[in-house]
């Protein structure tokens, strides 16, 4: 009877081991879930934003080779007046040398005072003819070579606010950050951070400086982003970081500007409205895209804002 109830307590106690490392069997495998679930997430994002950047891109890029052709257009037109007037002013001259040159040799000739004064004075009307000619060239040369200038200088600015406005500005000084800021679309936040594990909050995101490299001018940080932690190494001074977050219709932007020891400083770019509040209040239909702006404008023109940055 006692022997009976040995092995009964024997296959009590085996039941329980083997449902005890059923259960951790199973917490395990629902762990392993859980993580790759969150790197399948983290993969995610990171592939929306470098399809995002990459369309950015190529709106740019295209919106610059347009602007490169027109202005290669009207210095080919400046080019062809230049050769024209140049010529014109050649044959004139050369035309002045041989009358001047004919009338000598009748002048010289006995007999024929009347019948060279009479061909003098239709050189005379040839050469004011030609001079005539030559100022109106010259005058139109000079138009044409104002209107180019104000292309060149329409251009350049068109392409200077093109790739601003598509690819993001980067200020390297707080005046810079202050004309930015004046634009009025997104909000600024500067910050120094010193180099601790502890998080500080910075505008729409987290952050925490761990390594500061002032020799190769570089970075180690790490963000909480929407309750997800992650970090970048070996960032470099004036390199931006952009972050996609749930509740930001475009991309928040992290720009370090000044690297010391084990301390940065830099600031948080964030888009001033929500899609909620753009919706709520109609705007979405109202905004005007950048390409379209620029053209009509010749420069990107907004409302100055009374809000300067954190120190």
Do not use: C
């Not at 934003?49 to 052709?69: E, K, N, P, W, Y």
């Amino acid at each position: 009877m006692e022997e009976h109830e040995e092995m009964n307590e024997h296959e009590n106690r085996l039941g329980t081991i083997a449902t005890a490392a059923n259960r951790w069997l199973v917490i395990a495998i629902v762990v392993l879930l859980g993580v790759a679930g969150v790197a399948l997430g983290y993969g995610y994002r990171q592939q929306m934003l470098v399809g995002h950047l990459t369309a950015q891109q190529t709106v740019a890029d295209s919106t610059i080779s347009q602007m490169q052709g027109q202005l290669n257009a009207v210095t080919s037109k400046l080019n062809d007046v230049t050769a024209a007037q140049a010529q014109a002013q050649a044959q004139a001259q050369a035309q002045a040398q041989a009358d001047a040159a004919k009338q000598a040799d009748k002048k010289s000739s006995a007999g024929t005072a009347h019948a060279g004064a009479r061909r003098a004075t239709v050189t005379d009307k040839r050469y004011k003819q030609l001079q005539s000619q030559l100022a109106e060239q010259q005058k139109e040369l000079k138009d044409t070579q104002d209107l180019v200038a104000k292309n060149r200088a329409d251009l350049e600015g068109n392409i200077s606010s093109t790739r601003d406005e598509l690819n993001g500005s980067i200020a390297k000084t707080h005046e810079e950050l202050v004309v930015l800021e004046k634009r009025g679309e997104r909000s600024y936040t500067e910050f120094d951070l010193m180099k601790a594990k502890q998080f500080q909050r910075v505008g729409p995101v987290t952050l925490s400086l761990r390594r500061a490299d002032t020799k190769h001018k570089n970075y180690d940080i790490e963000m909480i982003v929407d309750d997800n932690q992650m970090g970048k190494k070996k960032v470099n001074l004036y390199e931006p970081i952009w972050i996609h977050t749930e509740n930001d219709s475009q991309p928040v932007q992290i720009v370090v500007n000044r690297i010391d020891k084990n301390l940065i400083h830099g600031y948080v770019s964030a888009p001033k409205y929500k899609p909620s509040e753009l919706a709520t209040s109609g705007a979405a239909s109202t905004l005007t895209p950048v390409a379209a702006h620029v053209q009509a404008n010749g420069s990107s023109q907004t409302q100055p804002t009374t809000n300067q940055p954190q120190q």
